[in-house]
């Protein structure tokens, strides 16, 4: 048995024991250290179903609700498959949580993260929102000494924040603005600090996350609270010419426009949050010869979040409080829910492995 946080639908996840399925052959068992809350935990927790499965199973882990929850994970291998060598009980691991077919054109061509059977444990099929969970073998990247189960449990929002500054294309010593310090644009403030941003300039609603910012390195800080216009704030901060490149990373028509309208002509916009429909100004953006660039998930880049953290680069920096699974609604969905402080909160579950 395991106790595992399970969304039965919205408002409605409960802590309860499951039978812990059995390990296939090319799937690995882990002891769960820690979870993190992802956003879109959160919004399935809200008013979902958004990504979670209800009527037709998702192709590649066969679920549907009730799903447990949890894609930011990591823990010790307690058991393999058969057909499984590279991977072995003890093991201290990270989770790629990644979906993926292996056979469609596009997992051919390494770009995995738009498999056309794309999806995630977690939200597509069971994760690790419990004390033992069970995965394809590939997902899990073995850790060395030097990295902690606490720094990996922070790995897969890093990894969104990776993958996205990689296809913004950022040369050093250029300005770039992050609108929307969630981790995703905290993490992306402190990638732009270590890859040799000019400016970074840091815009968000919140005193204390603005804070944060500027301790991970935010050369300017824009409250979007002021009467001032943020994109008119932004491009003061960046020399009055904007942003070389604008990460949009809080899922909004009205932020999108502000990326737009605080990038310098020739400039690039790194749309990150997840908006749904919106209207731009297409005349606008041709007569700038602005990009708008899109990002989601990652591949392959947990290797180099292992290096850069051997390298002294600390993830932990955006956690703000570690929860007993039990706790995981009043202390975790609700916490987030009602605003305040709280930026990236951590689910230790009981049985999760005591090594750091």
């Known amino acids: 048995m395991t106790r595992a946080a399970v969304w039965y639908g919205a408002r409605d996840v409960r ?45 590649e882990s066969g679920a549907t609700a009730p799903i447990v929850l949890g894609h930011e994970f990591c823990g010790t291998v307690i058991d393999v498959g058969s057909s499984v060598s590279e991977l072995a009980p003890g093991d201290r691991v990270a989770v790629e949580p990644h979906y993926r077919c292996g056979a469609c054109p596009r997992c051919e061509a390494d770009e995995y993260n738009i498999c056309r059977h794309f999806g995630f444990a977690g939200l597509m099929g069971d994760g690790g929102m419990a004390e033992r969970a069970v995965v394809p073998a590939y ?15 922070v790995f897969e929002p890093a990894a969104v924040a990776l993958h996205a500054w990689r296809r913004a294309g950022i040369r050093p010593g250029e300005t770039v603005a992050v609108v929307g310090l969630g981790p995703i644009g905290l993490l992306v403030v402190m990638l732009a600090v270590r890859h040799g941003a000019a400016r970074v300039i840091a815009a968000d609603l919140s005193p204390a996350r ?16 002021q009467r001032a216009a943020v994109s008119d704030l932004i491009r003061q901060a960046a020399g009055g010419e904007g942003a070389d490149v604008a990460f949009e990373v809080v899922g909004s028509e009205e932020t999108l426009r502000t990326c737009l309208d605080a990038t310098r002509n020739g400039g690039r916009v790194m749309l990150v949050g997840l908006a749904g429909r919106v209207s731009i100004d297409a005349f606008a953006m ?13 591949r392959d880049v947990y290797p180099e979040l292992i290096r850069l953290v051997e390298e ?22 609700d916490a987030l ?3 305040g402080d709280q930026i990236k909160i951590l689910v230790r579950p009981s049985g999760g492995n005591a090594r750091p």
């Open 15 to 59: 802590v309860v024991d499951l039978e812990l399925r059995a390990t296939g052959p090319e799937e690995a068992a882990i002891a769960v250290a820690y979870c993190g809350i992802c956003g879109s935990d959160l919004h399935e927790y809200a008013d979902g179903p958004h990504a979670i499965p209800v009527t037709e199973p998702h192709p």
């Open 312 to 333: 002294g680069m600390d993830l932990t920096a955006i956690v703000t409080s570690t929860i007993a699974l039990e706790d995981v609604v009043h202390d975790g969905f």
């Open 286 to 298: 041709v007569n700038k010869e602005q990009s708008i660039i899109t990002s989601v998930g990652y």
């Open 337 to 339: 829910l009602r605003g």
């Open 139 to 153: 997902m899990l990247h073995r850790l060395p000494d030097t990295v902690s189960l606490v720094q990996a449990a």
């Open 210 to 225: 603005l804070e944060l910012a500027r301790t991970l390195g935010a050369t300017d800080l824009v409250h979007a609270d």
